[in-house]
């Protein structure tokens, strides 16, 4: 059988997934006393959702809230489960589970490995990312489950100097990566991660590695 190594959730995901339910539950649990304290505010004492639920036995009430609470920490939970990174690395392959998506990345196609702050990120031989993500887990422990499997590991990204801030004048690489940078630096400012990554994914289709700063976007060209 060959030898995997498996990185999964991070300590603090793991924290998390397991104190929602157990939070929203108690929540729940607690949440008509809650409301015994807020009807006797003047400004709520007559609330029609205050009135329905003193209408209600107590105990019961508890119960079915508590029983929601718990069911909403449960999906919130796999969520983060879903929404982690989850590696299994073996020496021929690297098997990737993200966002309920499976990758594989042969070690033939891997060119480097390195860490920036939380992120590990892995190239391809014509320097491409073929992976960007963040993970939880700690940077020594990601190291050494690499190295144990001979994968080829870099200190810091090696192509840092070859990175040049993008300005809305900087026409280097065309109309349509000018259009796609604009509208992901859109995105930043709105805060929109989802579409941010996603334009990251295009661009890198398209030949172009972008990484961040606050707002700013640095970019190179990958190798041919």
Known sequence: MENTSKIGMGFLEKLIAILFPVV?????????????????????????????????NPF??????????????????????SEALKMSVNNKEIMINKDDKEKRIRKSEVKEIFMED????????????????????????????FLYHHYPWSEQDPYVDEFALWTLED????????????ERRNAIREGDKKKTKNLKTDL??????????????????VQD
Do not use: C, H
């Open 24 to 56: 929203l539950g108690t929540i729940g649990w607690f949440l008509p006393k809650l409301l015994e304290l807020i009807k006797r505010i003047p400004v709520f004492s007559d609330s029609k959702v205050i009135e329905l639920l003193n209408s209600f």
């Open 60 to 81: 019961w009430v508890s119960i079915t809230l508590m029983f929601v609470g718990g069911v909403i920490g449960i999906l919130l939970s796999l969520t983060i489960y």
């Open 171 to 182: 026409n280097t690489f065309g109309e349509k990566i000018n259009a796609i940078l604009y």
């Open 204 to 221: 890198n289709e398209l030949g172009i590695v972008v990484k961040d700063q606050n707002e700013d976007q640095y970019i190179r060209k």
């Open 118 to 145: 939380n992120t590990v990120v892995i190239t391809g031989n014509k320097s491409q990312e073929l992976l960007s993500e963040k993970t939880d887990i700690k940077r020594n422990k990601i190291q050494e489950i």
